[in-house]
């Protein structure tokens, strides 16, 4: 069966500090992998996504950046943290292909910044 | 552009009430619909969902319809419980791009008993 992790599960870090979450994908192979954000009180945004090793694609402008340097894995990193970048981090997965496949998430990540 | 449109929260209802919570959405072309729930302290996990439209999508005592007329999915359910608790998602999936999903804002659900 396919499962997901994230790790790691809280994060406190002060403003300015680096960034690097990752989320890896174990049971299934070539998967579409997302990052999604929700702040707190408001909805889930699309950061990015992946169809492919080294293939990410951006959805909003920001301070965050993604990287997938390998088939199941999916980084999300920044160079310096900003306030506004605290939030609850989800990583998400889909088949490849296939127009109807629903998405599965991750447990999350609750990052804070100070 | 493509988007979801969810009932404000929070709803607060007593258990065994009745349950609606709105979703309509914009999009080009034909979407995937999805509702995902979000239990406390938790990722979200896929509740239903329907492909096209006039399907109805259950699971769990949940039922949604897809209505192309109207561009609304709305999440029903007969008699909440207590264990339902939770902030539910609407979403929309578009069939190019990777299959991204577009979330609604959430709603929160607060069942007492």
């Known amino acids: 069966s396919q499962t997901i992790h994230q790790w790691p599960a809280t994060l406190v870090q002060p403003v300015g500090s680096p960034l690097s979450l990752e989320c890896t994908v174990e049971g299934t192979s070539n998967p579409n992998l997302y990052w999604y954000r929700q702040a707190a009180g408001r909805g889930l945004q699309l950061l990015f996504y992946s169809v492919g090793i080294g293939q990410i694609s951006s959805e909003v402008p920001q301070n965050l950046s993604a990287s997938r340097p390998q088939d199941r894995q999916f980084i999300l990193s920044s160079k310096k943290l900003l306030l506004s970048d605290s939030g609850f981090y989800l990583c998400a997965w889909s088949s490849w292909g296939g127009a109807y496949n629903e998405q599965f998430f991750g447990p999350g990540t609750r990052l804070t910044v100070l | 552009g493509d988007s979801v449109t969810q009932m404000e929260g929070p709803v607060t209802l007593s258990e065994e009430a009745f349950l609606t919570i709105n979703c309509t959405y914009t999009?080009?072309?034909?979407?995937?619909l999805f509702w995902y729930v979000q239990y406390p302290g938790e990722g979200l996990q896929l509740l239903l969902k329907?492909?096209?439209?006039?399907d109805k999508g259950s699971n769990k005592g949940f039922e949604a319809t897809y209505r192309k007329e109207t561009t609304s999915f709305h999440l029903e359910k007969g008699s909440v419980q207590v264990s339902d608790s939770a902030v539910y998602f609407c979403?929309?999936?578009?069939?190019?791009?990777?299959?991204?999903?577009?979330f609604g804002q959430g709603t929160e659900l607060s069942v007492k008993p």
């Open positions: 979403a929309l999936k578009l069939n190019n791009q990777g299959g991204k999903l577009i």
């Open positions: 999009a080009t072309g034909y979407p995937s």
């Open positions: 329907a492909t096209k439209a006039d």
